[in-house]
């Protein structure tokens, strides 16, 4: 069994952030030793947490899983963190959340590395209650420092929503448009499909002839599609992941359109994904200058 002392505390921290990033300088044998030792021994403590009753009831440790999280990359090694963090007592974990949250968000900035474990507790049975009736003790600071982080985890998961709301924050507005009945009938037909599964190759109707796609997803894009308003940039994927050549003229497209349009289209884009919406912006005012 671990002891469960400072120093085994500070070594779970430091191990959650040493893993090597693609980005630093390659490794060589002897660091790709080293690396895969500090990943075990992470892991191994990890591992003893959920075999640990004394640890799933000790706030302490709690926190230290939480400062164990880094905003880097994990690779999937963060995966066990989370399993760590669910093996605690629901009460435990909160109290945990509450403490370390706002200082964690201040001093590493909002990462996705949080926001899942977050998300874990918030889909539980009982976690958004909980967190949110423990927001109760955090100070106007703290609060505008997590509101923060909530809303832009929110434009992914809606487990954000009740915390968002709970701590001030305003949500997207997520009105269903109608589909208009002088629709063609492929337009319906996609813009259907999309609010039912979320799909984008629905309105992808023509690999072949891609841009005359475009209309048809502009439409889409434009209505509001109720709970599916984080799904309307994915719309943009096949630009963005496979045909990145055909931006520009998708841009064209999207600048032909009148402004109050084109207008509706961004702010969806935005409240979901606000880099797609900067990528557009930019493709638009090169147009403009041109």
């Given at each position: 069994m671990t002891g469960w002392d400072a120093e085994t505390l500070a070594e779970l921290e430091r191990l959650g952030g040493s893993i090597h990033q693609d980005d630093d300088p390659p490794l060589d044998a002897e660091g790709e030793t080293a690396e895969k030792a500090r990943v075990e021994r992470y892991l191994e403590l990890l591992g003893g947490i959920e075999t640990d009753e004394s640890a799933r009831t000790d706030e302490a440790v709690a926190r230290a899983v939480l400062w164990s999280l880094h905003p880097i990359d994990d690779y999937g090694i963060y995966q066990a963190t989370y399993r760590a963090l669910a093996a605690f007592e629901p009460e435990v974990l909160v109290r945990a959340i509450v403490t370390e949250l706002p200082v964690w968000l201040f001093q590493r900035g909002v990462h996705d590395s949080m926001g899942e474990a977050l998300a874990r507790l918030l889909w539980s049975e009982g976690?958004?209650?909980?967190?949110?009736?423990?927001?109760?003790?955090?100070?106007?600071?703290?609060?505008?420092?997590?509101?923060?982080?909530?809303?832009?985890?929110?434009?992914?998961?809606?487990?954000?929503?009740?915390?968002?709301?709970?701590?001030?924050?305003?949500?997207?507005?997520?009105?269903?448009?109608?589909?208009?009945?002088?629709?063609?009938?492929?337009?319906?037909?996609a813009a259907l499909a999309f609010r039912d599964t979320g799909r984008?190759?629905?309105?992808?109707?023509?690999?072949?002839?891609?841009?005359?796609?475009?209309?048809?997803?502009?439409?889409i894009m434009e209505?509001?599609?109720?709970?599916?308003?984080?799904?309307?940039?994915?719309l943009l994927?096949?630009?963005?992941?496979?045909?990145?050549?055909?931006?520009?003229?998708f841009a064209r497209a999207l600048a032909d359109l009148s402004a109050v349009r084109r207008a509706r289209i961004l702010a969806a884009v935005e409240r979901a994904r606000p880099a797609a919406a900067v990528e557009l912006r930019e493709h638009l005012e090169s147009l403009a200058r041109d």
């Open positions: 976690g958004s209650q909980r967190l949110v009736e423990a927001a109760g003790h955090w100070d106007e600071a703290q609060r505008a420092t997590v509101r923060a982080a909530a809303q832009e985890w929110a434009r992914e998961d809606e487990a954000f929503e009740a915390l968002v709301v709970a701590l001030g924050g305003g949500l997207p507005p997520s009105g269903t448009d109608p589909i208009p009945q002088d629709w063609p009938e492929d337009w319906r037909a984008v190759d629905v309105a992808w109707l023509d690999e072949r002839d891609f841009a005359s796609n475009f209309e048809r997803v502009l439409a209505l509001g599609h109720g709970t599916r308003w984080r799904d309307v940039p994915s994927n096949p630009l963005l992941v496979r045909r990145r050549k055909e931006i520009p003229a």
